[in-house]
């Protein structure tokens, strides 16, 4: 059974830091581009960071450029996010998704891998809350 395991969330304040990790089983994701959403409530999930599956390219959303760090291990099969200087609207669920395909032809990676419907493998979320 294939599974992604997110860990790391809490309750943190504002400027504070949190690393969150996604540990997958069942199989190796080291050939799959591992990515980062997050869902704040009554919003949709959200691109937040990834990392294709050598880590040679990393992509970010505007808002956590030069504050989230997206890594991997492929041989311990995890991914990793390190958030620096949390805002409160940072506040969400965050999801790790593995997607096995490459970008098609006529797609650049880092547009492709922004969308949610390009991950095959999901995990349930780890809750980060950041308080003012």
């Known amino acids: 059974q294939v599974q992604l395991v997110e860990s790391g969330g809490g309750l943190v304040k504002a400027g504070d830091s949190l690393s969150l990790s996604c540990a997958a089983s069942g199989r190796t994701f080291s050939g799959s581009a591992m990515g980062w959403f997050r869902q704040a409530p009554g919003k949709e999930r959200d691109f937040v960071a990834a990392i294709t599956w050598s880590g040679g390219f990393k992509y970010y959303v505007d808002s956590v450029k030069g504050r989230f760090t997206i890594s991997r291990d492929n041989a311990k099969n995890t991914v990793y996010l390190q958030m620096n200087s949390l805002t409160p609207e940072d506040t969400a669920v965050y999801y790790c998704?593995?997607?096995?395909?490459?970008?098609?032809?006529?797609?650049?990676?880092?547009?492709?891998?922004?969308?949610?419907?390009?991950?095959?493998?999901w995990g349930q979320g780890t809750q980060v809350t950041v308080s003012s």
């Open positions: 998704a593995a997607a096995d395909q490459r970008a098609p032809s006529g797609y650049s990676s880092r547009y492709y891998y922004t969308q949610s419907r390009s991950y095959d493998y």
